[in-house]
Structure formats: C-alpha cells, structure tokens
C-alpha cells in the first residue's frame, strides 16, 4: 500500500480505529454475581449479548475507517450501491460513534467497563476526522508528498541561460532528487501574473488538470502524493506541468501545498 495518498485526517481515522478494536478486547461491561456467592466478571464485546456492542460499535467503525482508507486507493468517483466508499466510511463512523453513546447506559445489572468507555472516546475521534477530513484544509495534507524527497525551491539557473521549467526525475546515484529540463517556457499569456516565480505544490486530493484552450474535458489528474510545477498564475488559477510533460489549468487550487 502507497501511503502518499493518505491525508493526516485519515491517519488520525486509522489510529482511532486501532484503538477501537484494541478496546474491543477489553471489558465493555462488568457483572457482578455476588448475589449469588459470586464476584464480579468482566465481559468483553466478543462475548457480550447485551445490546449488540460488537457490530454496532466496534466493528462499524473499524469498517468504516477501512472503508475510508481503501477509498483513497481505488477510482475517483467510483461507488458502491449509490455512495462512495468514503461516504460509506463517514456513515458507519458516525454510526458507531451513536451506537456507543446509547450503549453506555449499560443493561441488565451489567455496569459499563473501561474497554467501552475507551471504545466510545475512540468512536468520537473516528466520526469526528472522518467527516472533518473533507472539510478541513489542514487534515486534508498529504502524509507524504513526493515520498518524502520534498523539491527544492525552483532554481531558474538550473535549466541553462534560456528560461524553462522542469520536473523532478528518478533520484541520482548520489541519492539526491535530480531535475529534468524540459521546454522552455512560453511567452505569458493575457491575464497571467507577469511577477508570478515558477513553484512545485501537492495538491490535498485528486484534482483535474483542464487544457489551456479553455475546453472543459481534463487533460489530466494531479493525485495527492506528487509534486507538480506550477508555472503560470491566472487569477485564482494555476497552470501546471505534470512530470510526463503534459499542462493544462488546475481551477481549484484551495489547500495546495507549496513546495
């Protein structure tokens, strides 16, 4: 599995669902027998029959979260029976998350344990990045663009006297990431920032890249993860390079991540 795609709110999903299902091996309810010579037993959701702790709790949000990590791994758009995998996420999420609020007033002489209440925390954390995720530009950065061999700042004197741009190629063998030149740059077009200095960025999701004649079919798709070089500013707007070499005008630059 490719980390590069994850995002630090579905790393906050993850560990959250972690915790849940180590809850789920602890005491969700405590019995106490001592009414009939006994001592009190704890029971964990794996064994309890009272209120259906283990799918409605647990098992939901650890589903939910799964749901949510594959999500970033499959087709954009891609859905399954009417929702996207992610809205299947955030959906058994936040079920979980009220499933373990109303299963927190116990039930048949049964008192509430530890492994319940750390389940419940674990549920709010989980419903709460699975739908802030989205939302939230600080939780929608990558985990790590680029693989972690983050791009230095642009360098024009890299690419000879002629002004150009380039793209990050496979690393040297000295271990450093190299540079690619590629066609030089042309001349600025109406509207464009004449100020505008040549940048790399990640962008937070999967985002088309649409031609510069104006045509509203993508020429591409910037993927979370990969740095990008943007070479031209117009507007709220950017024009950009993929590392094939292709361009076109990505609209929504809302929670880039500049190199």
């Known amino acids: 599995m490719n980390n590069r795609s994850l995002s630090r709110g579905d790393a906050v999903v993850i560990g959250a669902a972690v915790l849940l299902f180590i809850a789920s091996f602890l005491d969700a309810y405590t019995v106490d027998y001592s009414s009939m010579g006994g001592g009190k037993e704890g029971i964990n959701a794996w064994k309890s029959d009272i209120f259906p702790v283990l799918p409605s709790v647990f098992l939901a949000g650890v589903l939910g979260a799964a749901a949510i990590a594959l999500s970033r791994f499959t087709a954009q758009g891609r859905e399954f029976g009417g929702l996207r995998l992610d809205q299947w996420?955030?959906?058994?999420?936040?079920?979980?998350a009220w499933a373990a609020l109303w299963s927190l007033g116990g039930g048949g002489g049964a008192d509430v344990g530890i492994g319940l209440i750390l389940g419940f925390l674990a549920t709010l954390v989980l419903a709460g990045a699975a739908v802030a995720t989205p939302l939230v530009p600080a939780l929608k950065t990558p985990l790590s663009a680029g693989g972690g061999n983050k791009p230095p700042a642009f360098n024009q004197a890299a690419y000879g006297a002629q002004p150009g741009y380039g793209y990050p190629s496979a690393p040297t063998a000295g271990g450093q990431q190299g540079y690619a030149p590629t066609q030089a740059a042309p001349a600025a077009?109406?509207?464009?920032?004449?100020n505008f200095q040549p940048f790399w960025f990640a962008v937070p999701a999967a985002r088309p890249l649409y031609g510069e004649d104006g045509s509203p079919t993508p020429v591409a798709e910037l993927a979370p993860g990969t740095w990008y070089l943007a070479v031209e500013q117009r507007g709220q707007a950017l024009v950009a390079q993929t590392q094939d070499?292709?361009?076109g005008v990505l609209q929504d630059t809302s929670g880039i991540q500049r190199g």
């Open 89 to 96: 996420g955030i959906g058994l999420s936040v079920t979980s």
């Open 245 to 247: 070499g292709r361009r």
């Open 189 to 194: 077009t109406a509207g464009a920032d004449p």
